[in-house]
């Protein structure tokens, strides 16, 4: 039975240990209404130039191939990114180290369109560009990475920081998200009546990315 003395102890306090970091950023309006224009304009032409779906078939979420980075429609942006690795770099206290964009392709998520819980191997950050969002469709979850979590879950009287097993990021036009490549994330389903538009990318060490491994996603 536990004890209702709180007297008993001269002190106390909470160490929060081993933190995982998500690095949240909105560029100005002026930027990402360009960006996101040239984006959505080059996607539809992308789109154009692919079958359509099968008699009795609809798609749900659309995702392009990995190297937009390599158009120039997507250069302003990869240039904006660059930037946000570079401040995530200096965040972590990390040397200065060359690093790449492994990958950069675009997520289209229709009305009841959903992302299922995933990591990206073999890369070190990655990110979320966010093109188009909606009320209903402008969020993000981050499950907790601790797989013992999953063992004894018992009920809580309020979600706190130290309790819950996920956190739900808010996002908006114009936002970068990027965070560790193994942190496990998820898409809830798109409760708007648009699409959601935005572009995943990650990020390697050069040296790891050329001599050792190449990423896996």
Same mark, same amino acid.
């Given at each position: ?8 102890? &001269?002190?106390?306090?909470?160490? =929060? ?10 560029? *100005? ?14 996607? &539809?032409?992308? =789109?154009?130039?692919?079958?359509? #779906? ?18 120039? &429609? ?18 972590? *206290? ?23 819980? /995933?990591?990206?191997?073999n890369n070190f ?8 969002? /909606? ?6 979850n981050f499950h ?17 920081? &130290? ?21 496990? /994330?998820?898409?809830?389903?798109? =409760?708007?009546?648009?699409? =959601? ?11 790891y990315a050329e001599?050792?491994?190449? #990423?896996?996603?």
């Amino acid at each position: 039975m536990a004890r209702k003395n709180k007297t008993i102890f &001269e002190e106390t306090d909470v160490l =929060r240990m081993f933190p995982s970091f998500v690095w949240k950023a909105k560029l *100005k309006p002026k930027i990402h209404q360009n960006i996101n224009k040239n984006i959505i304009h080059k996607l &539809e032409q992308i =789109r154009l130039s692919e079958p359509n #779906p099968a008699p009795g078939q609809s798609w749900q979420s659309w995702q392009s191939d990995h190297d937009l980075h390599k158009l120039n &429609e997507f250069c302003e942006l990869v240039d904006c990114l660059n930037d946000a690795v570079v401040s995530v770099l200096a965040f972590l *206290k990390i040397s200065q180290m060359d690093f790449q964009i492994t990958g950069v392709w675009a997520n289209i998520n229709p009305p009841d369109a959903a992302h299922r819980k /995933h990591g990206h191997p073999n890369n070190f950050l990655s990110g979320v560009y966010y093109v188009r969002t /909606h009320k209903g469709a402008d969020t993000i979850n981050f499950h907790d990475p601790r797989s013992q979590m999953e063992i004894i879950k018992p009920p809580v009287t309020e979600l706190t920081a &130290e309790n819950t097993d996920q956190v739900v990021v808010k996002v908006k036009n114009g936002t970068i998200l990027l965070f560790p490549s193994w942190l496990a /994330h998820s898409v809830d389903t798109n =409760r708007s009546d648009e699409a =959601r538009i935005s572009v995943s990318f990650n990020v390697m060490f050069s040296a790891y990315a050329e001599k050792m491994s190449k #990423p896996l996603w």
